[in-house]
């Protein structure tokens, strides 16, 4: 099996996770053994989410997925932003703020659940009234954690351990954009967005009854 951070691996660590007789839950209770805490910073796409919540539901697991309210790559307010909450919501899955520290605004868009985006280590642990922070106890446990930040496994690809049942519980981290896009580094990734955003800002322009004659 290659580890390449594709949709086609994707689903196969999904798969492996119910192999291992792992159960996909939110966040809210104490973790528990065989609890699989699938979670997705959107920094970038929403359209990469969307994507990835589709193979998602195609594969019986549900994410939690945090969303931006101050990011400069997608607008919440917008109606794309509008539906992609929607289609989250109506494909079972929970909807969290990723959030720029120290601003915690939770509308009803949203459960009450915060990552930080780009978090310092002297905040990073920090408790949050009434919500649940994702890197703070009982969440965050350094053993029982994998992330896929700037396309790197920082300790290798989880997908052989979540098939053989060995991790107690795991939270793992996945942006989606890493995923969709196609690209054998983040750079070569990243421009692979890049390119199909103009494809999609060009749509939205003609929408708008611009004309790029």
Same mark, same amino acid.
């Given at each position: 099996?290659?580890?390449?951070?594709?949709?086609?691996?994707?689903?196969?660590?999904?798969?492996?996770?119910? !192999?291992?007789?792992?159960?996909? !839950?939110?966040?809210?209770?104490?973790?528990?053994?065989?609890? /699989?805490? /699938?979670?997705?910073? @959107?920094?970038?796409? /929403?359209? =990469?989410?969307?994507?990835?919540?589709?193979?998602? !539901?195609?594969?019986?697991?549900?994410?939690?997925?945090?969303?931006?309210?101050?990011?400069?790559?997608?607008? /919440?307010?917008?109606?794309?932003?509008?539906?992609?909450?929607? *289609?989250?919501?109506?494909? #079972?899955?929970?909807?969290?703020? $990723?959030?720029?520290?120290?601003?915690?605004?939770?509308?009803?868009?949203?459960?009450?659940? @915060?990552?930080?985006?780009?978090?310092?280590?002297?905040?990073?642990?920090?408790?949050?009234?009434?919500? @649940?922070?994702?890197?703070?106890?009982?969440?965050?446990?350094?053993?029982?954690?994998?992330?896929?930040?700037?396309?790197?496994?920082?300790?290798?690809?989880?997908?052989?351990?979540?098939?053989?049942?060995?991790?107690?519980?795991?939270?793992?981290?996945? $942006?989606?954009?890493?995923?969709?896009?196609?690209? =054998?580094?983040? #750079?070569?990734?990243?421009?692979?967005?890049?390119?199909?955003?103009?494809? *999609? *800002?060009?749509?939205?322009?003609?929408?708008?009854?611009?004309?790029?004659?």
């Amino acid at each position: 099996m290659s580890c390449s951070f594709d949709l086609r691996h994707y689903a196969e660590i999904l798969e492996a996770a119910k !192999t291992g007789g792992y159960r996909f !839950t939110t966040f809210g209770e104490t973790p528990e053994r065989g609890d /699989l805490f /699938l979670r997705h910073d @959107v920094d970038l796409s /929403l359209d =990469a989410a969307l994507q990835m919540a589709e193979l998602e !539901t195609q594969h019986g697991a549900v994410a939690t997925y945090l969303l931006m309210t101050e990011s400069v790559f997608y607008n /919440l307010a917008s109606s794309e932003g509008v539906a992609a909450i929607a *289609r989250l919501r109506e494909l #079972g899955h929970a909807v969290g703020l $990723h959030a720029v520290y120290p601003n915690v605004q939770l509308d009803d868009r949203f459960d009450r659940v @915060v990552s930080w985006h780009n978090p310092a280590s002297e905040y990073r642990s920090e408790r949050i009234s009434d919500a @649940v922070n994702v890197y703070a106890e009982p969440y965050f446990d350094p053993p029982m954690y994998r992330s896929d930040s700037n396309q790197h496994w920082r300790s290798g690809c989880p997908h052989e351990e979540l098939r053989g049942g060995g991790f107690p519980w795991l939270q793992i981290l996945v $942006h989606p954009e890493i995923w969709v896009y196609e690209g =054998a580094t983040m #750079g070569q990734t990243m421009r692979t967005m890049l390119n199909a955003e103009k494809e *999609r *800002r060009l749509a939205q322009l003609l929408a708008d009854d611009i004309d790029l004659a």
